[in-house]
């Protein structure tokens, strides 16, 4: 059995008194692309310096692919690709030049290979044609393009990108998220942090929420979604009537306005089924809907972001 | 995972030294590496063109100056003991300053750390690095001092300060062998600009904490009421220029220089590697 790709248990980090990540448990499973959702400020990116070995941690441990941070650090992270906290580069090197330094930084990289590998990080990223310009003239797209190519300088087993698509237009970040779906097509696990709940439900097969500095939830994006507290909603002339209904469906609804009656829907329960037993009861339906399903809801129910909006 | 996938990266031969390549062809590649030694080969030219136009003068100003009408390489001489109060420290301090300050204000260090390269692998390139920097700088001077003084004045065998003569090779060694003194002069101060800059990610507060230190270790060095600190100042023996031309060579204060320049590198080396590898690389 092949240990997780990424391990973190306890993982904590003080900033002084503040807990800039507080007792983190995360298994990142080997071939999945794994979203690491929160606000700006929860904890992310403290959370994957400490991975990268960047930071060293308060208290807890990781382990990537299976071995100890930072005792292998030398060992593991030829292996890993990684976008921290955007881009940064020598602004004064043309972006080949840029790759060429970082390349001849990992130790065990090939200088015979070094050319073509470097060729073809900068065409999978679509950048071969400013290959030679200085990075002072790169736009912060191009820039952000520059880093997932330095991450992509070897065959990685996995990659930690943080924010991959900041500052890219929808055009870019569309192509990143389909080289990321080929990437993990070949095999490479990816993590990847964003702020933005869409980004990662297109593209991630799991997720995990942080909120302060801890881990909220976590699991497959199916499970996240099942976890959402839903709700539904009886749009009707005769409220009283609907009421009745529901509750002998086991639901506690309630009559917030004259025609409306709404109810946390729990597990199990169709809103289909109610409709059938609403119509069958002759109440007069004039709409029903289920509420709070979307991984958005969930995500700001999570979090707290976002406007609070609940009737 | 399959033994020859992870086996594969792993097995790889390890060059330590790509590193200190690319750190070296970075550094000279930049633009304000390349104006520094510029400037710097503006000051044996300099003092050429000026003695050349107004004459020697009556014997004031700075060392040897008076012998450049009579022997053109003694303008490298002059050019390196009018470098070496300022600014060949303060070149230097700026490339220190910058070694890991730089790095962090740019944001690559962590994309040097993450490729990886071990922290006390990039404080030895770095330091390398800065050494390097040094060589060539005061070659520079000695180099271009050579060149303009041979190209405006009379080239001949040198009497030395002991009484004898030395031919044109004879001299020009010794004058290579003044660029290796003032490169060793300078190493002590290379280390204090390192550790400098391992404390902030602002390479310009480092750079000048480093020039401040080379000023202040000057003027205690010029004050007799602390003669007991004298001998331990990183600057005490810079200006010892006149012990190369001696015949033989006075090596006691080229060793004593030495020893001196490699207690500050041990001392603040130490310190750079202490505070350095358990940093935490926020930037």
Redesign the interface.
């Known amino acids: 059995m092949?240990a997780a790709a990424i391990r973190a248990t306890g993982l904590t980090k003080l900033f002084g008194a503040q807990r800039a990540v507080d007792g983190l448990d995360l298994a990142v499973p080997?071939g999945s692309i794994y979203g690491f959702l929160g606000p700006n400020g929860s904890g992310k990116t403290t959370t994957i310096?400490m991975m990268?070995?960047?930071?060293?941690p308060s208290s807890g441990t990781v382990e990537l692919?299976g071995e100890p941070m930072p005792r292998a650090?030398?060992?593991v992270?030829?292996?890993?690709g990684?976008l921290?906290?955007?881009?940064?580069?020598?602004?004064?090197?043309s972006g080949r030049d840029n790759l060429?330094?970082?390349?001849?930084?990992?130790?065990?990289?090939?200088?015979a290979t070094r050319r073509a590998r470097i060729d073809t990080a900068l065409e999978r990223v679509g950048l071969a044609h400013a290959a030679t310009k200085k990075v002072h003239a790169y736009s912060l797209g191009m820039k952000q393009r520059l880093g997932l190519a330095?991450a992509l300088l070897?065959p990685r087993?996995l990659l930690i990108l943080d924010e991959p698509s900041n500052g890219l237009d929808p055009q870019g970040t569309r192509e990143v998220r389909s080289l990321i779906r080929a990437l993990a097509a070949d095999g490479t696990t990816v993590f990847v942090s964003s702020h933005l709940l869409g980004e990662i439900e297109q593209l991630c097969t799991h997720a995990a929420v942080m909120r302060a500095g801890t881990l909220v939830a976590s699991g497959t994006l199916d499970e996240l979604r099942s976890q959402a507290v839903r709700e539904v909603t009886v749009t009707t002339a005769d409220p009283d009537a609907a009421a009745a209904v529901l509750r002998g469906r086991g639901l506690s609804p309630s009559i917030p306005a004259a025609d409306r009656v709404e109810a946390a829907l729990p597990d199990g329960v169709a809103v289909e089924d109610l409709t059938a037993a609403l119509v069958a009861a002759g109440v007069r339906v004039r709409g029903i809907a289920a509420t709070g399903e979307s991984l958005e809801d969930r995500f700001v129910a999570l979090t707290g972001e976002g406007f609070d909006v609940a009737g | 995972?399959s033994q020859a996938?992870?086996a594969g990266?792993?097995a790889?031969?390890?060059?330590?030294l790509?590193?200190l390549?690319?750190e070296l062809a970075?550094l000279f590649?930049?633009?304000r590496t390349i104006t520094m030694l510029s400037a710097l080969a503006a000051v044996p030219v300099l003092i050429g063109i000026a003695v050349r136009v107004a004459g020697a003068g009556s014997g004031r100003g700075p060392a040897f100056i008076g012998a450049i009408t009579d022997n053109g390489l003694f303008v490298a001489f002059t050019a390196i003991a009018v470098s070496i109060p300022v600014f060949l420290p303060m070149t230097l301090a700026v490339v220190a300053g910058d070694t890991i300050a730089g790095e962090a204000s740019?944001?690559?260090l962590?994309?040097?750390?993450?490729?990886?390269?071990?922290r006390l692998?990039i404080l030895l390139v770095k330091y390398a690095a800065c050494a390097a920097f040094a060589i060539a700088a005061t070659l520079t001077v000695a180099l271009f001092g050579c060149l303009i003084g041979a190209i405006l004045f009379h080239i001949g065998p040198v009497t030395l300060l002991s009484g004898s003569q030395v031919g044109f090779w004879g001299f020009s060694g010794r004058i290579l062998l003044l660029a290796l003194y003032e490169t060793v002069s300078l190493l002590g101060l290379a280390a204090i600009g390192l550790f400098a800059s391992t404390l902030t990610s602002v390479p310009v507060g480092a750079m000048a904490a480093t020039i401040v230190l080379a000023a202040v270790a000057q003027v205690v060095d010029a004050l007799p009421q602390l003669d007991w600190i004298h001998p331990w100042l990183f600057s005490h023996y810079w200006l010892g220029i006149a012990d190369v031309l001696r015949s033989p060579v006075e090596w006691g204060s080229f060793l004593s220089n030495l020893w001196l320049q490699l207690g500050y590198l041990a001392v603040f080396g130490a310190l750079a590697y202490g505070r350095f590898t358990?940093k935490?690389?926020?930037s």
Do not use: C, H, K
């Open positions: 092949s080997r310096r990268l070995n960047l930071i060293s692919l650090a030398q060992r992270l030829p292996r890993v990684a921290v906290e955007g881009p940064a580069f020598y602004p004064f090197l060429v330094r970082f390349d001849a930084a990992d130790t065990r990289s090939a200088p330095n070897r087993e | 995972m996938e992870t990266p792993t790889a031969a390890v060059r330590p790509a590193l390549g690319s970075t590649r930049r633009w740019l944001g690559t962590r994309y040097l750390l993450v490729a990886p390269s071990g692998r358990t935490d690389i926020a």
